[in-house]
C-alpha cells in the first residue's frame, strides 16, 4: 500500500484507541443514547455492506478462475447472458456477500451497487442457478473439482519452499440432514437421520476441499474415497510437494489399495476395525511392550491461567448414581501385521485405554478399550508416539466440514442427489477463496517483515468463515464506477482495515511463474 494510505491507517488507528481507551473515554452513563433518526435516499452514490469483496474479485481475475471454471465443463450450447463461470461465482460471492442460502441470491441481484462492484448488468436469480445446477452430471462435477484444482496449483505456486515438505490428504464423510420428503437420492444412516452424505477430501495443511462428492444418506463414508485419493495424490506430486501422507478413520483404512499406495511412494496412518483378530494379539502383548502416553498439556501464559471451575456435568453424574466411564491410564504399543488382502506387513500401532466403569460414587469394574492405526512409515523417521499424534490431528478435519456447513456450503436446497451436490461444490468454493486470499500473502522481505506477513496468511487461513466475513467482508464501502475499474471507498474503520489492505495488495500482484 502507498505511504498515503499508510498513514491514514495509522492515523484512523489512534484515534480509535484513544476512543475506546479507558483513560482517555467519557465515563457518562448511560453510554448507548439513541438520537432521533432521519431516512434520505441518495441520488447518486452507492454503497455495498460487502465491501472485502473487493479483494475476493481480483484473486478471480489473478487466477484466471473464470478460465478454468468454464474449461472443465461445458453444459451450455450458447452464453446467452450467463456462461458457466458466471452462475458458479454467483453462488460462491453471495456466500461471501453475507447470504447463507440460495434464496439469497434474490437480494444480491436486486442491489444495484453490489452489482456495480460486480461490474455486472445482472446476476442469476434462485431458479435460474438452481436450474444451473440440475444440468450437471457425475462426471461434470469431477471436471469442475479438477478445474478448480487447476486454479489452485497457481496458489501454490505463490507459496515458500518449506510449504511443499510435506501434504497430508483428509477424507471423511458427514451428514447433511434435509427434512424435505421428496428430494431424489435421500437415505436414512444409522443414527435414523434422513439426508446426504457428501464425501470431502481436504488438505490438512491449510484446510483447503480438494475434492467434495455428494452421496446418499445411507452410504458407507469410504465409499470412492480411494479413487479421490488418488486424483488428490497426483493433484500434490504436480504440485511438487517431496512427501505425501493420506489420513482417515476406521472406515478410510482401504486394505486392497495399501499395497499399491506404499509401491507408490505414498505414506498413510489410518484407523482399523478393533476386530477379534487385533484385540486378541494386543491383549496377549507383554507388559514391557506397552508405553504410558502422556499428553502434554495447553500452554497457557501465567498472566492468563486461572483457578479451573468445577465440573458441572460429572457431578450431575455421580450425585444422579449415572453409569460413568473415567479413563484411568493409556498406554501404546506396536507389532507388525498384515492384512488378508495385502503382500506385505505394516506397522499396527495400538492405544490401550484403561477405563473404570463407576455409578455414581460405587466402583462396578474396569475394561479397556482398543484402538489401532496402520501405518507404513518408517520407525526410524516416524515414532510410534508420532504415529498417534498424527492420526488424533486427523479430528481437525472435523473444524474444516464444520465450517462448510456454518458458511451454507454443505446444505440440500434442491430436488435431486447430483444438484444438491453441484450446489454444495460451487458454495464450498467460498471456503476455498477465503483460504487462498490468506495463502496470496507472500512471505518475503526482512525477517520481521517476513514474521508480520506469516502471522498474517496464518490468520486468515485459521479463521473461521464467519470471523472472516465480519473481520474482513463485511464492511460497508461506497462503490464509485469508472470506465476502467471499480473504486471500493471504505466508510468505516476497524483494525482489520490494515489486513485488508494487505490482502488487495499482494492479491493484485503478478503471480511467480
Not at 480411494?226 to 505425501?244: T, V, Y
Request: positive net charge.
Amino acid at each position: 500500500m502507498n505511504a498515503k494510505i499508510r498513514q491514514q491507517l495509522r492515523k484512523r488507528k489512534r484515534k480509535l484507541r484513544r476512543r475506546i481507551s479507558v483513560e482517555h473515554g467519557t465515563w457518562q452513563s448511560p453510554m448507548i443514547r439513541p438520537a432521533s433518526t432521519k431516512l434520505e435516499l441518495s441520488d447518486r452514490q452507492q454503497a455495498v455492506t460487502c465491501g472485502g469483496i473487493s479483494a475476493i474479485l481480483p484473486l478471480i481475475k489473478t487466477l484466471d478462475l473464470r478460465k478454468h471454471l468454464n474449461q472443465a465443463a461445458s453444459v451450455f450450447k450458447l452464453h446467452l447472458p450467463y456462461d458457466e463461470a458466471d452462475h458458479i461465482l454467483n453462488i460462491a460471492i453471495n456466500l461471501l456477500a453475507g447470504g447463507t442460502c440460495l434464496d439469497h441470491l434474490e437480494h444480491r441481484r436486486n442491489d444495484e451497487a453490489f452489482l456495480d462492484a460486480l461490474g455486472a448488468q445482472r446476476i442469476p436469480d434462485p431458479t435460474t442457478a438452481g436450474d444451473f445446477c440440475r444440468r450437471y452430471g457425475e462426471t461434470d462435477l469431477v471436471n469442475v473439482m479438477q478445474g478448480i484444482n487447476r486454479a489452485r496449483q497457481a496458489v501454490w505456486k505463490q507459496q515458500e519452499e518449506s510449504f511443499f515438505d510435506c501434504a497430508t490428504i483428509e477424507a471423511d464423510g458427514t451428514m447433511v440432514q434435509t427434512y424435505g420428503e421428496k428430494k431424489e437420492g435421500i437415505g436414512i444412516n444409522h443414527k435414523g437421520l434422513w439426508g446426504y452424505h457428501p464425501l470431502i477430501v481436504s488438505l490438512a495443511e491449510t484446510q483447503e476441499v480438494l475434492y467434495l462428492v455428494n452421496r446418499s444418506g445411507n452410504r458407507p463414508s469410504h465409499e470412492s474415497s480411494a479413487f479421490f485419493f488418488d486424483l488428490a495424490i497426483d493433484q500434490c506430486r504436480k504440485a511438487g510437494f517431496r512427501k505425501i501422507v493420506l489420513r482417515g478413520d476406521t472406515d478410510f483404512s482401504s486394505t486392497e489399495h495399501l499395497d499399491r499406495w506404499d509401491a507408490d511412494g505414498v505414506k498413510f496412518i489410518l484407523g482399523f476395525d478393533a476386530n477379534k483378530k487385533l484385540t486378541a494379539i494386543a491383549e496377549n502383548l507383554p507388559e514391557t511392550a506397552w508405553k504410558p502416553i502422556e499428553r502434554p498439556s495447553p500452554d497457557v501464559p501465567k498472566e492468563k491461567s486461572r483457578a479451573k471451575r468445577a465440573n458441572t456435568k460429572e457431578a450431575i453424574v455421580v450425585a444422579n448414581g449415572y453409569e460413568n466411564q473415567r479413563l484411568r491410564a493409556e498406554s501404546y504399543a506396536e507389532f507388525d501385521y498384515r492384512p488378508s488382502v495385502c503382500g506385505k506387513s505394516y506397522r499396527m500401532v495400538v492405544v490401550r485405554k484403561d477405563i473404570d466403569v463407576t455409578s455414581g460414587q460405587h466402583f462396578l469394574f474396569d475394561t479397556n478399550k482398543w484402538f489401532f492405526y496402520i501405518s507404513n512409515e518408517s520407525p526410524n523417521e516416524v515414532s510410534s508416539r508420532e504415529v498417534i499424534t498424527g492420526a488424533n490431528r486427523r479430528c481437525n478435519q472435523e473444524n474444516t466440514i464444520s465450517q462448510g456447513k456454518a458458511c451454507g456450503a454443505l446444505s440440500a436446497p434442491l430436488d435431486t442427489l447430483e444438484s444438491n451436490g453441484a450446489y454444495m461444490l460451487f458454495a464450498s468454493l467460498a471456503w476455498t477463496l477465503k483460504i487462498w486470499s490468506g495463502m496470496m500473502i507472500r512471505v518475503k522481505g526482512n525477517e520481521n517483515q517476513k514474521r508480520v506477513r506469516r502471522a498474517a496468511r496464518d490468520r486468515i487461513i485459521k479463521m473461521e468463515f464467519w470471523t472472516y466475513m465480519n473481520s474482513l467482508m463485511l464492511l460497508p464501502a461506497q462503490v464509485i464506477r469508472s470506465a476502467r475499474k471499480r473504486v471500493f471507498r471504505l466508510l468505516t474503520y476497524r483494525p482489520d482495515v490494515d489486513l485488508l489492505f494487505t490482502l488487495h495488495d499482494h492479491i493484485s500482484q503478478p503471480l511467480r511463474c
